[in-house]
């Protein structure tokens, strides 16, 4: 293999090497409270190479969001297509979703979703998110459009189709946002989940007891009486 064939590979290792070290290192320090040197020495790669591949640390600091976005799709990107692709077919057929087949579809969202929160990988994730919702920048902005968004508003369209009621209303997203909360706690609140739980961790015994869970939170969703939509 020639230098120049060899070039790009190296390239887009130092820009792994960042990108992972950015993440989390900015979730635990912050924007302003993050150096350049910092994250050089974190990612093993010369002070320059910030400047060379992102233009700074603000560029670096957006392409972190983006790579985020790109991890976290790795683990849910094949159920949402499975999901999209099934909405996307029912609306050109001019078809509702049917309940049962919305219940299973947010099941599969759950307990993925749960699996995803409890597993160490996404400490770092959970970091930089809480940072930025607190408060929120163009990285914010990147995560939301590229992945939280449209899990949140997928979310919507398959409760809005376990309550009978019309996915857009004030209601549903207000439910879908308190389901979601529902989940997120066993990352947000990782520490207070395993001290209640009286958990030394999650292992696949406790991840099972969070599955099915999750699958009961999806079962109490109930339409209102009277609400035959």
Excluded: C
């Excluded at 949140?152 to 009621?165: K, N, P, Q, S, V």
């Excluded at 009961?216 to 035959?228: F, I, R, S």
Aim: net charge negative; no cysteine.
């Amino acid at each position: 293999m020639t230098d120049e064939q060899s070039q790009p590979n190296r390239a887009e290792i130092t820009r792994e090497k960042l990108l992972s070290a950015a993440l989390d290192v900015f979730g635990r320090y912050g924007f302003d409270g993050t150096s350049t040197r910092q994250l050089s020495e974190a990612a093993g790669v010369n002070l320059q190479a910030i400047p060379y591949y992102f233009g700074g640390k603000e560029g670096l600091y957006v392409a972190t969001a983006e790579y985020l976005v790109s991890r976290i799709e790795r683990h849910v990107g094949t159920l949402r297509q499975r999901i999209g692709g099934r909405l996307m077919a029912l609306a050109a057929a001019g078809e509702a979703l049917g309940e049962e087949e919305a219940r299973s579809f947010l099941t599969d969202v759950a307990t993925t979703m749960v699996g995803l929160f409890v597993s160490k990988e996404s400490e770092p994730w959970a970091r930089f998110i809480i940072r930025e919702q607190m408060e929120p920048t163009e990285a914010f902005a990147r995560v939301y459009q590229g992945l939280m968004g449209p899990m949140i508003e997928m979310a919507r369209r398959l409760i809005g189709a376990i309550l009978r009621e019309d996915p857009a209303s004030e209601h549903v997203r207000l439910r879908t946002l308190s389901f979601v909360g529902n989940i997120m706690i066993f990352r947000v609140a990782h520490a207070a989940v395993l001290a209640q739980m009286e958990w030394q961790s999650v292992g696949p015994e406790q991840l099972q007891t969070l599955h099915n869970l999750a699958a009961e939170l999806v079962g109490q969703l109930q339409p209102a009486k009277g609400n035959t939509r």
